[in-house]
Nanobody, 128 residues
Framework: QLQVVESGGGLVQPGGSLRLSCAGT????????VAWFRQAPEKEREAVSC????????NYADSVKGRFTISGDNAKNTVYLQMTNLKPEDTGVYFC?????????????????????WGQGTQVTVSS
């Protein structure tokens, strides 16, 4: 059973940085698509970034391009989301998700319905 656990959220000032971690348990994370989603209060969940199996491809929401970087550490079975130049509008609960079609490696999935395993979420608050 695919299970993922997020960590690394917190309170940060505008312009600051955070690194979120998504650890896989019971399976090899880099064999699957992994994505980060976020949900702000009273807003719909939105895709932030994704990475394809074996790191062949990544994708980002327009709102975070140039500020966020997704990457994987195979030795730690973990995917990271490095967030820089954070803005108040980045505030929300960030979820990691794993799954997807493992035969697709040259692009990654930015739709929640493609993922079958979700973490519990980690809160990110950007405020002065």
């Amino acid at each position: 059973q695919l299970q993922v656990v997020e960590s690394g959220g917190g309170l940060v000032q505008p312009g600051g940085s955070l690194r979120l971690s998504c650890a896989g348990t019971g399976f090899t994370l880099n064999k699957y698509h992994v994505a980060w989603f976020r949900q702000a209060p009273e807003k719909e969940r939105e895709a932030v970034s994704c990475i394809s199996p074996y790191g062949g491809a990544t994708n980002y929401a327009d709102s975070v391009k140039g500020r966020f970087t997704i990457s994987g550490d195979n030795a730690k079975n973990t995917v990271y989301l490095q967030m820089t130049n954070l803005k108040p509008e980045d505030t929300g609960v960030y979820f990691c998700a794993a799954g997807g079609d493992r035969t697709i490696t040259n692009w990654c999935l930015m739709k929640g319905g493609a993922y079958r395993s979700w973490g519990q979420g980690t809160q990110v608050t950007v405020s002065s």
